[in-house]
C-alpha cells in the first residue's frame, strides 16, 4: 500500500467547560482510496460538498478520555443537568457512547486516521 501523508494544522478548540472540542478535516474520495477508505466509511452528503470526516485517531483519544471523565459518577449528574453533546442524547444512546468510548483506549496503540 503507498504511503499517504497530509500536513494539517489541526485547531483543537478548548474552554474550561469543554476542555476538548475536536474537529474532522475532509479528504476527497481519491484521497480515502488512497489512506483505504471504502464507500462504506461515512461520507458526507455531496450536496455539503462530499468528502470523507477523519480525525486524528490521537484526538480521537482525547474525545473518549474526556467523555469517560465526564461519566464518572461524580461528574455525570452535572453534564447530565447541562444537557450539552453526548448528554443531549437519550439514556441509551448516551450508554451506548460512554461504553464505545473506553474500548479504543483500552486498545491504543499507535497513531492513524480513524
Known amino acids: 500500500m503507498e504511503a499517504v501523508s497530509y500536513h494539517f ?6 474552554s ?7 474537529r474532522p478535516f475532509l479528504i476527497t474520495d481519491s484521497e480515502a482510496a488512497r489512506a483505504g477508505l471504502t ?13 470523507y470526516p ?3 485517531e490521537g484526538l480521537h483519544h482525547l474525545h473518549c478520555l474526556d467523555l469517560v471523565r465526564q461519566s464518572l459518577y461524580y461528574n455525570y449528574d452535572h453534564y447530565l443537568e447541562r444537557g450539552a453533546g453526548p448528554f443531549s442524547d437519550p439514556p441509551e444512546v448516551l450508554h451506548w457512547h ?7 483506549l483500552s486498545l491504543f496503540q499507535g497513531i492513524s486516521l480513524t
Open 9 to 14: 494544522v489541526v485547531m483543537v478548540v478548548t
Open 16 to 22: 474550561p467547560t469543554n476542555p476538548v472540542q475536536d
Open 39 to 51: 464507500k462504506n466509511h461515512s461520507r458526507r452528503n455531496t450536496k455539503y460538498g462530499g468528502g
Open 54 to 56: 477523519v480525525f486524528f
Open 98 to 104: 460512554v461504553c464505545m468510548s473506553q474500548q479504543p
